[in-house]
């Protein structure tokens, strides 16, 4: 009878974690060393001051994954699909290219990050450490490996217990080295921080990057393939809500906590942040090598979660553009991730800087933002495809706010990639 009772509850759980399998697909895409880094810097240079912008870029991507996730469970059309149809099959073919492109830097740069954060955790333990290229070709390993069985579900199983390990890492950061509450809540209301005189470089920058990683074109459009494969319908739009929300809820935790850690330790002792992997070396000596290596390890698990869709993004969206099975098993899409998970070998191999290639990769992101903004605009506000679901006013003037301020983020990321490169 004990045993029965086990299995059921074990059933229930199960099937109360696949309703949130989409949202913690999206969580762990979202979540990378990318994210990281931005979060670490605006905590480090600026402590809480930047927190609102963390609630603002969270609202945002809370608002364009409802709209997009809405149009499919209206039409059950997924975003690429409806582009082809009902705009143009250049648009469609745009965003492929686009996003591969953001993906491929991505890529290189989050697994570049991932072992450099490994080496300088490794001499801690080993006199000299482990040479990052080892680490590097051990998880893109990893990740190739539980993509062979092909199946959605494992990858969004196993993406679970790789997010649960990221965000458990960075709450115990949180609690160990947050900043008074005060300037958490201080945080909360709209500030850009006063740029000391001389400085070339003010928190506009940063306040871009942050929104680059959070607000994100390839979230909203892989999320409408997650919807239609969850066979979700309007009778699931509350579902799909609830999925949203904790999604969005743990990726402002996430991030909030990242901001945190770097503010309470960092940022007090006036030390500035250019890249994730001056964590380790600049935080054990503040924080000790206890609360170094939970963070070492969230980043490692941020860095892997945010792999898992970053391999799969174009086989993906070439069986959505084409409206073929998602059957990730055929030699085709196998080689295919292979090919791009040897793109994670690049930085340790040619021993490049992998911050600079992260840049490129936010800025792909920042460019295709307007136009995703546009492109739902369009099609939420057609009768003949929504129906009496179609666009509110009040929904418009968000959109276009969002369609500003996105121009206005593009205009920044293109900035600094331009003087990054200079």
Not at 2 to 30: C, D, S, V, Y
Not at 105 to 125: D, H, L, N, R, Y
Not at 151 to 177: D, G, H
Not at 287 to 303: E, K, L, N, Q
Request: proline residues 4%; aromatic residues 12%; contains cysteine.
């Amino acid at each position: 009878m004990t045993e029965t009772r086990q299995n059921t509850l074990m059933q229930k759980f199960m099937a109360g974690l696949a309703l949130f399998l989409p949202g913690i697909f999206l969580l762990g895409f979202n979540i990378g060393t990318g994210s990281i880094t931005a979060m670490a810097k605006a905590g480090a240079d600026y402590g809480m001051t930047l927190l609102w912008t963390i609630v603002a870029s969270c609202l945002c991507t809370f608002f364009m994954i409802n709209l997009y996730s809405r149009y499919t469970l209206v039409t059950g059309e997924t975003a690429l699909q409806a582009f082809k149809k009902h705009i143009h099959p250049a648009v469609g073919i745009y965003f492929i290219i686009a996003l591969t492109l953001g993906v491929a830097g991505s890529v290189m740069g989050v697994m570049g990050i991932v072992a450099e954060i490994c080496f300088e955790w490794s001499k801690t333990i080993i006199d000299g450490g482990i040479a990052p290229i080892w680490f590097a070709a051990f998880f893109s390993a990893l990740v190739f490996f539980i993509f062979w069985n092909g199946k959605t579900q494992v990858f969004e199983r196993s993406l679970a217990v790789i997010v649960a390990i990221m965000a458990a890492c960075f709450l115990i950061n949180f609690f160990l080295m947050m900043p008074p509450p005060i300037d958490m809540i201080k945080g909360l209301l709209p500030n850009v921080p006063e740029v000391q005189p001389g400085a070339d470089k003010g928190p506009w920058l940063v306040i871009a990057g942050m929104v680059g990683t959070t607000v994100f074109s390839g979230l909203f459009i892989i999320r409408t393939t997650l919807v239609k494969e969850a066979g979700w319908t309007l009778k699931d739009a509350k579902t799909q809500r609830n999925d949203a929300i904790v999604a969005v809820v743990m990726m402002f935790v996430i991030s909030a906590a990242v901001m945190a850690a770097a503010a309470g330790t960092l940022h007090t002792q006036g030390l500035k942040l250019d890249k994730a992997a001056q964590m380790i070396t600049l935080l054990e000596p503040l924080a000790g090598s206890f609360a170094t290596a939970i963070f070492a390890m969230g980043i490692v698990a941020a860095g892997v979660s945010s792999q898992f869709p970053n391999v799969l993004m174009l086989p993906w969206l070439i069986c959505d553009y084409t409206e073929t099975q998602r059957e990730m098993t055929l030699p085709k899409y196998r080689i295919m991730v292979f090919f791009i998970s040897l793109l994670g070998l690049v930085v340790p191999l040619f021993e490049a800087r992998p911050v600079p290639i992260m840049i490129m990769s936010q800025a792909f992101g920042a460019i295709i933002l307007p136009v995703t903004v546009g492109c739902i605009f369009y099609l939420a506000n057609r009768k003949d495809l929504m129906g009496e679901h179609r666009n509110s006013v009040v929904s418009n003037i968000i959109l276009v706010a969002i369609l500003f301020f996105a121009l206005f983020m593009s205009a920044l990321a293109i900035k600094g990639l331009w003087m990054e490169l200079a």
